[in-house]
């Protein structure tokens, strides 16, 4: 890997501003100041400072959220805030994106990485990755709806969910609900309780298979996965 793009991509300005920066003596490899800002190195093995800082170099990143209401599940928008809006210029000039959507006004649980090959698997419908949503509905909740969903329900557009598991935590006017779903079908949710004549209120991602919420993180922080929380992504690749 050439240097300057290393350095670029690590947040330490544009391959112009590396040049300055190795003009200016402020570059070391290995010890030894660099005059060649297209200089080849390998960012695994090479020892890379600027200013006496230490480089490390990390190809991926991967990020867990608490995502607030009022944040769209984008890289950008015209219009809307967006989740990567959230982030410091040090994430962001990773050029992460979330996995998954999480509706405009709903909260939680939402990743965001570089790594498409992990988006992929955790979204993969072959791989059956539950996500586990808390909800508050209006309408009274009932066995019948937790047998409908456990068989599919049929939405709007005539398509057939794939079976879901619902769990009553509370029945009245306001039920309070936990669902596991394993597909990201546009608004898969709230569509599947409209599909039974209710509507959702409010909607809190809680986990994406083995990735749990850290109930620490306030509405709007985020945090770098865990070793044990990284294993597990790396093991459905």
Known sequence: MRLDKLLANMGFGSRKEVKTLVKQKQVTVNGKVVKDSGMKIDPSKDEVRVKEQLVEYKPFIYLMMNKPPGYISATEDRYDKTVIDLLSPEYQHYEPFPVGRLDKDTEGLLLLTNDGQLAHQLLSPKKDVGKTYYARILGNVTER??????SGVVLEDGYKSKSAKLSILSSG???EIEVIVTEGKYHQVKRMFEAVDKKVIYLKRLSMGE??????????EYRELSVNELNYCQSLK
């Open 145 to 150: 709806d937790i047998e409908q969903f456990a």
């Open 173 to 175: 006017e306001i039920s």
């Open 211 to 220: 990735l749990h919420l850290d109930e620490a993180l306030k509405l709007g």
